[in-house]
């Protein structure tokens, strides 16, 4: 089984051109998807759907795994254990394949994906239904996911 990876990227991250537009978080810029706004979330994000129309091929996908594994010294055997999580999900509109809002994560775990998708489709569902803004949803799972999932039981 995989390590557990870490419920936010770790390097700090400097703001490039390319990266906007963003969620400037303690890491980094996180990029979003253009597209997505709280004027156009009815014909974006909140439209059934949606992710299908923007989400990466695999191909790419995979490929950006590859390059990761390699980067964090994961042996590619192990590319099944691991998921290319957008920290700022199409569903909540992160950008879909800026390297600013990609990461490795492990499926299984307390940092997992299998547990952040959980938290993916609540903050969708609040934006869709005006309980969170978009921009504060955002930052919210791109600063901390593991805070915001804590924060949002709360409530």
Known sequence: MPPATPTAPAPARTVTPGDLPCVETSHGCISTNPDVTEATLGQS?????????????????????????????????????????????????????????????????EDGANKKDGLERKLHNMVCAGKIALADAQYCIAEDWGACASELRAR
Do not use: F
């Open 45 to 109: 994000i909140c439209v059934t759907g949606y992710t299908k129309t923007v989400r990466p091929s695999t191909s790419y996908t995979n490929g950006v795994k590859k390059k990761l594994l390699r980067e964090a010294g994961i042996d590619e055997a192990e590319i099944g254990q691991y998921e290319l999580d957008h920290i700022i999900p199409l569903g909540v509109g992160g950008h879909p394949r800026k390297l600013s809002n990609l990461m490795l994560q492990g499926w299984d775990g």
